[in-house]
């Protein structure tokens, strides 16, 4: 007789395994980690990964998709909440410089499935995606139908970047800092019109 598999235990169970697969690329970079490893640091067997996931490619996949999702998720969350343009554009910095640690996290892991990707097609059509959704969302927060929107949420997406990769060659990155210049440059590119 087959076994019956519940569905939350398996939704959760492979939760469990995209966060340690994410804090073991974190730690020892997606070139350097294998599946081994990411099974050890989840306490599973490398066939739980391969059966959930079918190789470490299809692993990054799941950790950069759930990511994207959460952040995503988190920032429309708090710009909903903002009663004011101004507190929308200072919580949509605080957003994307989270915590040291979150931000410093995630930007690692970022960029290492952007190299990953660049070799990878099913890779960079995850990639495309993740671009996609980001454009969304800083579309929603230059408005929709701004006048020239499309290209101050291109301006917005590249500040953003530009920071978080100085934010990750920074050797003691101080959080209000770049949540500063972030705002800053939000506001110019916002008030100035891209």
Known sequence: MARRVNPIQERQRRTALERAAYLAIFEQGYAGVTLE????????????????????????????????????????????????????????????FYSVESTRRFYTVYLDFLAASSRDPALMALQRAFNEETYRLDLELVGLTSSGAADRAWHLRALVDGLSVRFLSDPAPDLTHYRALCLAGLTRLLEQGG
């Open 37 to 96: 490893r990411i099974a050890a640091h989840a306490g599973v067997s490398k066939g739980t990964l391969v059966y959930h996931f079918g190789s470490k490619e299809g692993l990054l996949a799941a950790v950069m998709r759930r990511f994207v999702r959460t952040i995503a998720a988190a920032t429309r969350r708090a710009l909903r909440l903002a009663p004011t343009p101004q507190e929308r554009l200072r919580a949509y910095a605080e957003n994307q």
